[in-house]
């Protein structure tokens, strides 16, 4: 990938946007190139490389903002870019909150680029993609992959506006997943998937994300269900951020509080979980997937915890809501060039508890431990229902069987209010980490 000095390409459409009439203006752009391969029943299937190349305007102009983007950074395609954007901000009503942000400062984050990765070979990727195949059906013939993907990412991003934001950060990653089955004559096992991924080469275990899997789906053949109650369930960090993670990230979104349509609008400072509980918004996590030095406009990423010991602490902001509520961003501005900013968490930490999943699950009389979860959330509401995927059966403090035909439903609320116990092993799943997690009054239908 030959790189282009993105920060004087946005300098240069900022000041001729400025010229042509808008009041402020705000430019972010991202440059990359990604390798990937997807297995698909038990074998190689695609491999391709993907460019991804583009930069979006945002303008205020007499406290109206338009907006345009392009998929490239041709000088030749700012005039029209910015008309669109002026026409846009002609056409779109007047919002007082409105802004640009102005500067702060950013303090460069170490262990986001790992040139070793940029450099990969596209056969490399294709060994890794084999060695997550070979892991997953090496350990026992009757596993089946459906599919998968090894994915190596490297790029650049950067913003820049009139008030003088200037910003670039050089990045890399790679991530693997896999989803399958096991067959034993005419039974077939729950399907899981699991995954990994890193900033760096050396982070990343593909050949333990195989077995991992294949282990998964052997140990739940031979699965029967239990019986039907209200109590005890044991949620597996890929669980938990199934059922978990969407409906928090969207009430502690501060314009989903604005709307009215946050179930925590209003609660800052209140009691809202089990004391048992903390959880963190990182976006200086180190290696993690989210990480960055800044956000979508320009402000520094923080550490903030949205929960602390059952207390909700902070609602995620960018700078329009900021304005809204009267209060500082908390440098949650998000999304790509194609879009204005929007809001999102980064990298969702849990803090860990003070016990193993072993004891965890010596401590249930009886429950069912979710492996996977396939279902509903209402992120509103809070509710879920769905099919418990790789469950198992808990009585006494043992593991009894696998389960299968069965399903769990409560709320995601109520929940975090019944919490028994977290491990103190974190597990990475995609951006977050998260432990297992046993909470209390959830209805297992099972038979």
């Not at 990045?171 to 693997?176: E, L, M, P, R, W």
Request: net charge positive; hydrophobic share 40%.
């Amino acid at each position: 990938m030959a790189e282009v000095n993105l920060l004087e390409i946005l300098e240069a459409l900022v000041k001729r946007a400025l010229k042509k009439g808008a009041d402020q203006a705000e430019t972010f752009a991202i440059q990359s190139l990604s390798q990937e391969v997807w297995l698909g029943n038990n074998s190689i299937k695609t491999v391709k490389s993907t460019p991804g190349l583009g930069m979006g305007l945002r303008i205020i102009k007499g406290k109206s903002q338009g907006f345009a983007s392009i998929n490239n950074l041709d000088e030749a395609s700012f005039d029209d870019l910015i008309q669109n954007a002026l026409a846009f901000a002609k056409a779109n009503l007047t919002d007082r909150y409105l802004l640009i942000p102005e500067p702060a400062d950013i303090i460069p984050l170490n262990g986001l680029y790992d040139p070793r990765l940029e450099a990969l070979p596209l056969k490399e990727t294709i060994n890794m993609a084999k060695t997550l195949l070979r892991s997953a059906k090496d350990f026992d013939k009757r596993v089946t992959v459906d599919s998968g993907t090894v994915a190596v990412s490297a790029g650049q991003k950067a913003v820049y506006n009139s008030l003088g934001i200037s910003a670039q950060e050089k990045s890399t990653g790679v991530y693997a997943m896999i989803f399958g089955m096991a067959r034993d004559k005419k039974e077939v096992s729950c399907f899981d998937y699991q995954s990994d991924a890193s900033r760096k080469l050396s982070g990343i275990r593909i050949d333990q994300t195989g077995k991992r899997l294949a282990q998964n789906v052997v140990r739940s053949l031979g699965a029967k269900p239990a019986r039907s109650f209200k109590g005890t369930v044991m949620l597996s960090p890929y669980a938990l951020e199934g059922i978990f993670l969407y409906p928090l990230i969207y009430s502690v979104n501060a314009q989903n509080v604005q709307k009215g349509v946050s179930a925590l609008a209003g609660k800052l400072g209140a009691k809202i979980a089990s004391s048992k509980l903390t959880i963190l918004d990182d976006g200086l996590l180190r290696d993690g997937l989210a990480s960055s030095a800044f956000d979508r406009e320009g402000q520094p990423h923080k550490t903030l915890k949205i929960i602390d010991k059952g207390r909700l602490k902070t609602y995620l902001y960018n700078s329009y809501a900021a304005a809204r509520d009267g209060v500082n961003t908390t440098g949650n501005a998000a999304g790509s060039y194609r879009s204005i900013p929007g809001i999102s968490a980064t990298n969702i930490v849990f803090s860990p508890g003070a016990t193993t999943k072993g004891e965890l699950i010596k401590s249930i009389k009886e429950g069912i431990l979710v492996t996977r979860f396939s279902g509903n959330v209402n992120p509103v509401s809070g509710v879920f229902s769905g099919t418990v995927k790789g469950g198992f059966y808990i009585r006494n403090g043992k593991i009894v069987h696998p389960l299968t035909n069965t399903m769990i439903a409560g709320n995601v609320f109520e929940a975090m209010t019944n919490i028994k116990g977290l491990s103190k092993k974190l597990v990475k799943v995609e951006s977050s980490l998260l432990p297992y997690m046993v909470i209390g009054g959830v209805s297992i239908t099972s038979g």
